[in-house]
């Protein structure tokens, strides 16, 4: 069965850091492009970063770009969000999800549509 | 990147259909075929129901279709039920290499 389990989340202060950890399993990792993406209480999805199956390319949200980094470890089949310079508004469930396959017909998405994702780790900017 | 534009709520009853609209731009929607969009019940993440503007997932019933037209995307749910009620949210591939979401629309099934 394919799984993401995300990890990491917690209550940090304005200006702080944090690392976000998503252990995937059931699925050849290294072969798909993984994004992160956040959603604020009671608000909408905000898609925040996605980097490649190799991890050579990464993209990012304005909101986000300079202050967090997206990378994989396909070796223990695990990707990770570090934030820094963390700001109130940045407070949201966050989900790692993996890009889209379709199994039956081979069409990969790259980092376009996910079609996995995880329970979601809280992060909780506050002083 | 600003967010595309969606109904925040829209209704229908049971086996009725109801169409829901993400309006964006020439850089976003109007531009690409990226188009997708996503159904999240409450408390659950989100689940991939159609993509590239009208297709449709293994397992996605044949009662959602999607469409586009111009800078504006559109989801159909037909033959409405119960289980459809939940938040729906497009997303489209932009010119920046990033993507961006939908305002999101909540549907309630009268």
């Known amino acids: 069965e394919v799984q993401l389990l995300e990890s990491g989340g917690g209550l940090v202060q304005p200006g702080g850091s944090l690392r976000l950890s998503c252990a995937a399993s059931?699925?050849?990792?290294?072969?798909?492009?993984m994004s992160w993406v956040r959603q604020a209480p009671g608000k909408g999805l905000e898609w925040v970063s996605a980097?490649?199956?190799?991890?050579?390319?990464?993209y990012y949200a304005d909101s986000v770009k300079g202050r967090f980094t997206i990378s994989r470890d396909n070796s223990k089949n695990t990707l990770y969000l570090q934030m820094n310079s963390l700001r109130a508004e940045d407070t949201a469930v966050y989900y790692c999800?993996?890009?889209?396959?379709?199994?039956?017909?081979?069409?990969?998405?790259?980092?376009?549509?996910?079609?996995?994702w995880g329970k979601g780790t809280t992060v909780t900017v506050s002083s | 990147q600003s967010a595309l534009t969606q109904p925040a709520s829209v209704s229908g009853s049971p086996g009725q259909s109801i169409t829901i609209s993400c309006t964006g731009t020439?850089?976003?929607?109007?531009?690409?075929?990226?188009v997708s969009w996503y159904q999240q019940h409450p408390g659950k993440a989100p689940k991939l129901m159609i993509y590239?503007?009208?297709n449709r997932p293994s397992g996605v019933s044949n009662r959602f279709s999607g469409s586009k037209s111009g800078n504006t995307a559109s989801l159909t749910i037909s033959g409405l039920q119960a289980e459809d009620e939940a938040d729906y949210y497009c997303?489209?591939?932009?010119?920046?290499?990033?993507?961006?979401f939908g305002t999101g629309t909540k549907v309630t099934v009268l």
């Open positions: 999800a993996k890009a889209y396959y379709d199994i039956l017909t081979g069409y990969y998405s790259y980092y376009y549509y996910m079609d996995v």
């Open positions: 059931g699925f050849t990792f290294s072969s798909y492009a």
């Open positions: 980097i490649s199956g190799s991890g050579g390319s990464t």
């Open positions: 020439s850089s976003d929607v109007g531009g690409y075929n990226y």
């Open positions: 590239d503007v009208s």
């Open positions: 997303s489209s591939y932009t010119s920046s290499s990033t993507l961006v």
